[in-house]
């Protein structure tokens, strides 16, 4: 919640006595990140995290992008490819440079081409380096 303004845990709800889950174990959470509302639902041990579902981060530059990618590449979390990286609790996230996608719909076939096949080398996405590729 301190990493992203205008975020707050909203309402937490618990299993009861005679449910799955031993009673006071959390069963659902509410939250706001930057103003957006989610449900968080404990399904158990079977219902496990991955990337096909993932929260997207939009930067307005790389301070903002290595500010996130820092915060939630620590105490445990995990760099991946591409601007994806696990969190220390195994959820995913694309750290991704608003300039990404003002070169993909501005630019030539040629120069996105050359954009983005810098990014596929890249982890945490380099904004200077992407701009850089894009020109030629």
């Given at each position: 919640?301190?990493?992203?303004?205008?975020?707050?845990?909203?309402?937490?709800?618990?299993?009861?006595?005679?449910?799955?889950?031993?009673?006071?174990?959390?069963?659902?959470?509410?939250?706001?990140?930057?103003?957006?509302?989610f449900q968080a639902l404990n399904g158990g041990p079977h219902y496990v995290l991955s990337p096909a579902i993932s929260f997207s981060v939009p930067c307005?530059?790389?301070?903002?992008?290595?500010?996130?990618?820092?915060?939630?590449?620590?105490?445990?979390?995990?760099?991946?490819?591409?601007?994806?990286?696990?969190?220390?609790?195994?959820?995913?996230?694309?750290?991704?440079?608003?300039?990404?996608?003002?070169?993909?719909?501005?630019?030539?076939?040629?120069?996105?081409?050359?954009?983005?096949?810098?990014?596929?080398?890249?982890?945490?996405?380099?904004?200077?380096?992407?701009?850089?590729?894009?020109?030629?």
């Amino acid at each position: 919640m301190s990493l992203f303004p205008n975020s707050a845990i909203g309402t937490v709800s618990r299993y009861g006595e005679g449910m799955p889950f031993p009673k006071g174990t959390v069963l659902m959470v509410e939250f706001t990140l930057d103003g957006q509302p989610f449900q968080a639902l404990n399904g158990g041990p079977h219902y496990v995290l991955s990337p096909a579902i993932s929260f997207s981060v939009p930067c307005a530059d790389q301070a903002e992008v290595d500010r996130y990618w820092d915060a939630l590449t620590a105490d445990g979390g995990a760099a991946g490819r591409c601007g994806w990286l696990k969190d220390r609790f195994g959820v995913s996230w694309q750290i991704v440079p608003t300039a990404l996608g003002r070169m993909q719909e501005a630019g030539t076939s040629v120069q996105v081409g050359r954009m983005m096949r810098a990014l596929m080398g890249m982890s945490r996405l380099d904004v200077a380096a992407l701009e850089s590729a894009f020109a030629g």
